[in-house]
């Protein structure tokens, strides 16, 4: 099978995951990315099955609202019984880096107040120790310099994301070279330098469920 093909299947999962469970008062919450976008096309098939959608991003929000699905900030929602999102990489802990597609922060918040994280992502993303992929972190434009030099004391080489600005106006600096033992850790001590809006380690609150897309189909891990 193709990268795409398990990226489709895994969307296909989390739709036969969620649908039972959803009425028309429902609000989802929707990630952001290729895999996201996936599942975002196959919940258009069913969008009279529940309320609408909060969006992790802008590009998440118009997607939703080309396929007819209403679009709700997540302040006037009270109940976001799932948060749906691809990830950059995940461990055997469900513990995840996200912010590929620079979206981390707000994906970070509606995954927070989602009772259900379901992750969906190709085998290719499943890792024994997370930081191959370099970590994104979101970061205030004026305090870059400082997050760098903060970022190599704890054993990171940062690298500004050039031409990008996120959908908050901020910029990413990437961190290459971690070899990530103990995320929780980790994504506490970045959350505290000061210009960090936030980091792309979803380890103090990982995914509840991950359907991997594998050759032999897809595998659900809890
Ligand atoms: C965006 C993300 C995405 O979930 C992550 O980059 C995975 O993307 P894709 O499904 O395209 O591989 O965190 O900020």
């Given at each position: 099978?193709?990268?795409?093909?398990?990226?489709q299947?895994?969307?296909?999962?989390?739709?036969?995951?969620?649908?039972?469970?959803?009425?028309?008062?429902?609000?989802?919450?929707?990630?952001?990315?290729?895999?996201?976008?996936?599942?975002?096309?196959?919940?258009?098939?069913?969008?009279?099955?529940?309320?609408?959608?909060?969006?992790?991003?802008?590009?998440t929000?118009?997607?939703?609202?080309?396929?007819?699905?209403?679009?709700?900030?997540?302040?006037?929602?009270?109940?976001?019984?799932?948060?749906i999102?691809g990830?950059?990489?995940?461990?055997?802990?469900?513990?995840?880096?996200?912010?590929?597609?620079?979206?981390?922060?707000?994906e970070?918040?509606?995954?927070?107040?989602?009772?259900t994280?379901?992750?969906?992502?190709?085998?290719?993303?499943?890792?024994?120790?997370?930081?191959?992929?370099?970590?994104?972190?979101?970061?205030?434009?004026?305090?870059?310099?400082?997050?760098?030099?903060?970022?190599?004391?704890?054993?990171?080489?940062?690298?500004?994301?050039?031409?990008?600005?996120?959908?908050?106006?901020?910029?990413?600096?990437?961190?290459?070279?971690?070899?990530?033992?103990?995320?929780?850790?980790?994504?506490?001590?970045?959350?505290?330098?000061?210009?960090?809006?936030?980091?792309?380690?979803?380890?103090?609150?990982?995914?509840?469920?991950?359907?991997?897309?594998?050759?032999?189909?897809?595998?659900?891990?809890?």
């Open positions: 099978m193709t990268q795409d093909e398990l990226k299947a895994v969307a296909q999962a989390a739709i036969d995951t969620i649908r039972p469970q959803l009425d028309t008062d429902s609000v989802i919450g929707v990630g952001t990315g290729s895999t996201a976008n996936f599942f975002i096309d196959l919940l258009a098939s069913m969008k009279t099955e529940f309320d609408g959608a909060v969006a992790s991003s802008e590009a929000a118009e997607r939703l609202k080309q396929h007819g699905i209403p679009v709700y900030d997540l302040n006037a929602v009270s109940n976001l019984e799932f948060y999102d990830a950059d990489e995940t461990n055997e802990h469900l513990e995840l880096i996200k912010g590929g597609g620079a979206a981390l922060t707000r970070k918040i509606v995954a927070a107040v989602a009772k994280f379901i992750c969906i992502a190709d085998e290719s993303k499943k890792v024994g120790v997370l930081g191959a992929f370099p970590l994104p972190v979101e970061v205030i434009p004026m305090a870059r310099s400082h997050v760098g030099r903060e970022i190599v004391k704890l054993g990171g080489d940062p690298v500004y994301r050039e031409g990008v600005k996120t959908d908050n106006g901020n910029i990413i600096i990437d961190v290459h070279n971690l070899s990530i033992d103990n995320p929780i850790d980790l994504e506490s001590k970045l959350n505290q330098i000061v210009g960090v809006v936030t980091n792309g380690l979803f380890a103090q609150r990982p995914a509840d469920i991950l359907l991997l897309g594998t050759a032999n189909g897809v595998e659900a891990l809890k």
